[in-house]
């Protein structure tokens, strides 16, 4: 479904999740025709601003660059590091290994 929605940008303006008219949505509108279908669809209670910071912590543990994540987030590196930057089940060990 991804995938069609992304051939689908240039028909939305751009957007990922353009408005039935190509335009950005209006929040009260984004939540009560998809957000809160597709959550009570998925029978989960999330928050789109979830979706995003795991979106984050997934990519910075796949050791995207923090530079590119601050851009992708539009926050600062630092900023980025202050929110995102949880340690690893492993960061420890990784830790001990590193300085023997």
């Known amino acids: ?3 069609l929605r992304i051939s689908a940008l240039s028909s939305h303006g751009g957007l990922l999740f353009g408005s039935p008219r190509g335009k950005v949505w209006r929040e009260r509108n984004f939540y009560g025709r998809v957000w809160t279908p597709a959550r009570e669809a998925a029978g989960i209670d999330i928050r789109p ?3 995003r910071h795991s979106y984050l912590t997934h990519l910075r543990r796949a050791n995207v660059d923090d530079a590119d994540l601050a851009r992708i987030a539009g926050h600062s590196v630092s900023t980025l590091l ?9 960061g420890f060990a990784q830790v001990r290994a590193a300085i023997g």
Request: glycine share 0%; aromatic share 6%.
């Open 1 to 3: 479904m991804l995938a």
């Open 49 to 51: 601003h979830e979706c």
């Open 82 to 90: 202050a929110h995102y930057a949880h340690p690893a089940s492993d």
